[in-house]
């Protein structure tokens, strides 16, 4: 089965960084584009970034972009989100995802989550 483990996560401070990794198995990931999503403490999911299968092409949410870059080696099978200038509103649990075959469909298969607290 699909395996995607998300690390990095912790406490920061606002203005600081963050890199979140997520190291996936079970499938071969060059051949899927990867997301990252997040949910807040009490609100629904978020989607944060989306980068194409050969790392080529990215998206970012307004909330996020000109802060956050997503990337990927698909030689260590690894996604990437770095993250700057992070504010309080970023606190969240952040999820990588496998887009579903409808990319307007929710996601098929995510990953366990890493909790990001930014908080002074």
């Known amino acids: 089965q699909v395996q995607l483990v998300e690390s990095g996560g912790g406490l920061v401070q606002p203005g600081g960084s963050l890199r979140l990794s997520c190291a996936a198995s079970?499938?071969?990931?060059?051949?899927?584009?990867m997301n990252w999503v997040r949910q807040a403490p009490g609100k629904g999911l978020e989607w944060v970034s989306l980068i194409d299968n050969g790392g080529g092409s990215t998206y970012y949410a307004d909330s996020v972009k000109g802060r956050f870059t997503i990337s990927r080696d698909n030689v260590k099978n690894t996604l990437y989100l770095q993250m700057n200038s992070l504010t309080p509103e970023d606190t969240a649990v952040y999820y990588c995802a496998r887009p579903a075959s409808n990319t307007l469909d929710p996601p098929d298969y995510w990953g366990q989550g890493t909790q990001v607290t930014v908080s002074s």
């Open positions: 079970r499938f071969t990931f060059s051949n899927y584009a």
